[in-house]
């Protein structure tokens, strides 16, 4: 038996019940079937099927479109199927990749956990380290120096005891046990310390009397011997009271350091203590003038030399005058109240003589003996 084909898609036609007509099961196309009752040309009866031959042509198409729709429906569960099963896989994979996601997850959370736990660890021993370090720099240690300090005055180890007290700065009352040892014992000063000696106006107020006298430590030696300076300057004065040439030597300025000032500042068990230099009295190297003869004194102003020296940077020369200093005739800078003050040195000539300025530069160049004043700060050894 023939299938019949759509022309249009090329389906199976499925044949109507009434035999005439077949329809395309995928298209729709209605097509008429030829019939058999048609007379032929030469006139002979026609050949007509019988009706049961019609239809066991049309069952047997029916069971094959039949079997054909049963095929496709096996066709279209077998792909439901499929489809199912792999939306399954997929599924699978899917909650398979969260599970290993969430697992990754977690197995970071752990690791920065213990990596945060070891960072803490770390750090809180970093922080005990440095807190014991801290107590030990200053508490511990502090203390231990303090004891022996305190140790050191009761036997009688004064300048030892000093020079740590003097090192603790501010620990416990580190600073008053040195301030009081230093003025107890101003034998045991270091240079850049300061120290009182002998009293001198300074207030500018008579009636409370004079003022113990604050002396800079410049220098000691091996022996204890210290070169002082007075911490202010004291007075204000010329160089020498009249217009002439004059060394220090001549000065006016030298007598009265080393008679009246000497005499009236010092007790006579203070003087005892302040020795007698031999100076150098050297010529201006600038201006080659001549310093004139060297000389022995108790007081004395330093030179150039000794100010470059002893005093190496401007700031450290910067001085300030007193209040009694002042009212002598010190000219003060208007900010700092700083005051220009004399050295011993001669200036340009032996008209001048070599001065500091206000903001601590030497004028070598120097200023006039008998016409400008300069404030003045002494000058001595001394052996306590």
């Known amino acids: 038996m023939s299938i019949l084909k759509c022309e249009m898609c090329g389906g199976t036609l499925e044949i109507e019940a009434n035999g005439q007509y077949a329809v395309c099961a995928y298209c729709g196309t209605r097509k008429a079937l030829p019939q058999n009752n048609t007379v032929n040309n030469s006139k002979q009866p026609v050949d007509v099927h019988s009706d049961s031959g019609k239809n066991s042509q049309a069952e047997a198409i029916r069971l094959e479109n039949e079997r054909k729709r049963e095929e496709a429906r096996a066709r279209a569960e077998e792909a439901k199927v499929r489809a199912e099963e792999n939306r399954v896989i997929a599924e699978a994979q899917r909650l398979e990749r969260e599970r290993l996601a969430e697992k990754n997850r977690i197995e970071r959370a752990k690791k920065a956990k213990a990596k945060g736990k070891t960072f803490l660890k770390a750090f809180l021993s970093f922080v005990l380290v440095i807190a014991i370090a801290t107590l030990t720099v200053t508490v511990i240690i502090p203390s231990v120096k303090y004891n022996n300090a305190v140790k050191n005055v009761e036997e009688q180890n004064y300048e030892e005891a000093y020079l740590t007290f003097k090192s603790l700065k501010m620990f416990k009352d580190s600073k008053a046990q040195a301030n009081a040892l230093l003025n107890e014992h101003p034998e045991i000063a270091q240079i850049g310390d300061i120290i009182r000696l002998g009293n001198f106006e300074q207030d500018n107020k008579t009636a409370n009397g004079k003022e113990q006298i604050e002396w800079k430590v410049l220098e000691k030696d091996e022996n204890g011997k210290m070169l002082v300076i007075s911490r202010y300057a004291l007075d204000c004065r010329d160089y020498h009271s009249s217009i002439e040439q004059v060394t220090w030597e001549t000065s006016d300025i030298r007598a009265w350091l080393n008679n009246e000032f000497y005499s009236s500042a010092f007790s006579n068990s203070e003087r005892a203590k302040i020795k007698t ?102 000058a001595m050894w001394i052996e306590l």
């Open 277 to 378: 230099t031999k100076l150098e009295n050297r010529d201006n190297a600038d201006f080659n003038t001549d310093g004139g003869n060297d000389t022995s004194d108790k007081i004395f102003l330093l030179s150039i030399d000794e100010a470059t020296t002893y005093l190496p940077t401007s700031l450290e020369r910067v001085c300030v005058a007193t209040k009694y200093a002042e009212s002598q005739g010190s000219q003060l800078e208007s900010l700092t109240r700083s005051c220009r003050w004399w050295l011993r040195s001669p200036g340009t000539t032996q008209y001048k003589a070599a001065s500091v300025k206000v903001d601590g530069f030497i004028l070598n160049m120097g200023a006039p003996v008998g016409i400008e004043k300069r404030s003045v700060r002494p």
